[in-house]
């Protein structure tokens, strides 16, 4: 089995073929959004759009709900929260925005945000309007002409490596960022927050894991760099790229931004990527092209992260058993979602059994059994 859980999946309206609806859901199976509503309040505030032809929304995805729209003349994307409970501190539109608008100017991979709503009134959660970047987003599979080219696994690598690098590198005070999340003790809070949203998304009784992670960070507590600006969800399919040459042209899905060690965004990266002799569940998982030939493995990855950022990479494999049970209970909500709403999509039906393959990985990572 192969899944694809791509929150930004396909801001993509130049696809690597010719059908024009590439990356768009068809409009039968849209969330519907009072397009007419939103015309007014933009009006209010001096923006021109209009609501016919309805806008179209982007394809893939569990997570925020995007729409290409057109906007004071020109091409835009509206992000929003998906409809019913959102686990907590996740899809947070006022915070992605705040964090869009202070990266302006300090990191030139971050979309602009063009405009930022509060309002739940208008369409039934916050949303925001950011600046529409063209390009192409790759999940689990290089698209053609690059699958099975060994310089596009190096071109992808070496820009993974140099964002990460670059995006911690930003000066969080000069972008207004400094008071962004709560730094001090991160990896510790972190567990201990996925080891509450486990209990949820497991009914009651969180996995026996959870309880050994906090254990083993509470006898063996890792020493944090210094606090850095954290995409939190840092993986290839959060970019966007240009078709031909694969160089970056946006970064998005800002919505989980915070400060904290560095480590936690290399971990986060490095618990989506499989090598070809991971057990099932990391190929199942299906997120990066990383077994294609060109990728290093995630051992090779941490070297090359570590001399090209001059940090110190020796507390990595904490944060990688974290970020690998993060990504285990991440499954098991969108399973629980799909259960008990009755979503269509029927690839979250095997998500549970996914969720529990991955608190397995996770063991591994703790004992030092999986680079």
């Given at each position: 089995m192969h899944f694809t859980a791509s929150r930004a999946a396909a801001y993509c309206a130049e696809a690597m073929n010719d059908t024009p609806d590439t990356g768009f859901i068809a409009p039968r199976d849209q969330v519907a959004q009072d397009w007419h509503?939103?015309?007014?309040?933009l009006?209010?505030?001096?923006?021109?759009?209009a609501p016919d032809p309805s806008p179209r929304q982007f394809a893939g995805g569990f997570g925020n709900l995007n729409y290409l729209i057109e906007m004071d003349g020109g091409p835009a994307v509206l992000r929003r929260p998906p409809p019913g409970p959102l686990p907590p501190g996740a899809n947070d539109m006022l915070r992605e925005g705040r964090i869009l608008r202070g990266l302006e100017g300090h990191f030139a991979l971050a979309p602009r945000c063009l405009f930022l709503c509060e309002d739940i009134a208008?369409?039934?959660?916050?949303?925001?309007?950011?600046?529409?970047?063209?390009?192409?987003?790759?999940?689990?599979?290089?698209?053609?002409?690059?699958?099975?080219?060994?310089?596009?696994g190096r071109t992808l690598t070496a820009t993974l490596c140099s964002v990460l690098s670059d995006l911690h590198a930003v000066d969080a005070g000069a972008a207004g960022l400094d008071r962004l999340g709560r730094p001090e003790g991160f990896l510790a809070r972190t567990a201990q927050g996925w080891a509450k949203r486990a209990e949820l998304a497991w009914e009651g009784t969180a996995p026996a894991v959870a309880g050994e992670i906090l254990d083993w960070l509470d006898r063996e507590p890792v020493i944090e760099g210094p606090a850095v600006l954290l995409h939190n969800d840092f993986k290839l399919d959060n970019f966007i790229l240009d078709p031909a040459s694969l160089a970056p042209r946006a970064l998005i899905d800002w919505d989980l931004g915070t400060r904290g060690d560095s480590l936690w965004d290399l971990a986060v990266l490095l618990s989506y990527w499989t090598e070809p002799g991971d057990p099932g569940t990391m190929h199942d998982l299906?997120?990066?092209?990383?077994?294609?030939?060109?990728f290093?493995?995630?051992?090779?990855?941490?070297?090359?992260?570590?001399?090209?950022?001059?940090?110190?990479?020796?507390?990595?494999?904490?944060?990688?058993?974290?970020?690998?049970?993060?990504?285990?209970?991440?499954?098991?909500?969108?399973?629980?979602?799909?259960?008990?709403?009755?979503?269509?999509?029927?690839?979250?039906g095997a998500f549970d059994e996914l969720a529990e393959g991955l608190l397995a990985v996770t063991r591994e990572v703790m004992a030092g059994r999986t680079d």
């Open positions: 509503r939103l015309a007014a309040y009006g209010s505030h001096g923006h021109d759009f208008i369409l039934g959660a916050p949303f925001l309007i950011m600046e529409y970047r063209r390009g192409i987003v790759i999940g689990g599979t290089l698209p053609a002409p690059h699958a099975g080219n060994p310089q596009a299906a997120q990066m092209p990383t077994t294609e030939p060109g290093p493995t995630r051992a090779g990855f941490i070297e090359r992260y570590a001399r090209l950022s001059g940090r110190d990479v020796g507390s990595v494999r904490q944060f990688r058993a974290v970020a690998q049970f993060r990504l285990a209970v991440v499954f098991r909500q969108i399973f629980r979602r799909y259960r008990d709403s009755g979503e269509a999509n029927p690839r979250a």
